[in-house]
């Protein structure tokens, strides 16, 4: 069965510190992958997705098939990137989500 | 920037009652989505919609739930007879025509059953 799997229900990182949000993904085919970010009160939002290969408020995530992952990562956190993430695999049209990770930036 | 929007922002309803969640999609969108979130877990999809009928259903989209596009803006998700565990935040999402196409997530409503 398809799975998406965020290990990590809450990080905690201070200010300026890199961050590492991990996601790892059961499908064998090639997967489509995408991060979604619901700040407080807000909706779900896609932050990036992995076939446009972009930056977005500095997060990167790189495909790694052979460890099935696809992590998020920024090099400097800022304040304003606290938030829940979730990982995402889209299957059949749908989005099969992972259980979310709260990242709180400390100042 | 054109958004999903989704009414009532909260329902609360007794055990047994129909409850109807509203959502109006980007106005171009073609696919329809709905999703819920109980509590503490994690966001499920419930059903896709195209072309007017359902494309997918998951096994929690018994014949408890239906959903209806009546006109030409609105998407409706009906709960015939609400039971506690469906208590929840729910979702409506929509895309554009293209399989890996963005979708677009509505605010939720949350749905408190008592």
């Known amino acids: 069965a398809q799975r998406v799997t965020q290990p990590e229900k809450l990080l905690s990182v201070f200010k300026g510190a890199p961050v590492e949000l991990k996601c790892n993904y059961s499908?064998?085919?090639?997967?489509?992958l995408f991060w979604y970010v619901q700040y407080s009160r807000q909706r779900l939002q896609l932050l990036l997705r992995?076939?446009s290969r972009e930056s977005i408020k500095g997060f990167t995530a790189d495909l790694n098939k052979g460890e099935t992952s696809f992590h998020l990562k920024k090099p400097f956190a800022q304040e304003e990137d606290s938030a829940m993430y979730y990982c995402?695999?889209?299957?059949?049209?749908?989005?099969?989500f992972g259980q979310g990770t709260t990242l709180q930036v400390k100042p | 920037e054109p958004e999903v929007t989704q009414t009532p922002s909260h329902q609360v309803t007794q055990m047994g009652q129909e409850v109807i969640l509203r959502c109006v999609p980007i106005?171009?969108?073609?696919?329809f989505y709905w999703y819920r979130q109980i509590l503490g877990q994690k966001v499920e999809f419930l059903v896709s919609?195209?072309?007017?009928?359902?494309?997918?259903k998951s096994e929690i989209f018994d014949d408890q739930f239906s959903v209806e596009r009546p006109d030409g803006s609105n998407f409706t998700l009906k709960i015939r007879s609400t039971k506690l565990e469906d208590s929840a935040m729910y979702f409506c999402?929509?895309?554009?025509?293209?399989?890996?196409?963005?979708?677009?997530f509505g605010p939720g409503t949350r749905l408190t059953v008592l």
């Open positions: 999402a929509s895309r554009g025509g293209a399989y890996t196409d963005t979708q677009y």
């Open positions: 919609f195209y072309n007017n009928e359902i494309s997918e």
């Open positions: 499908y064998s085919g090639s997967p489509e």
């Open positions: 106005s171009n969108h073609l696919y």
């Open positions: 992995h076939i």
């Open positions: 995402a695999l889209l299957r059949t049209g749908k989005l099969i």
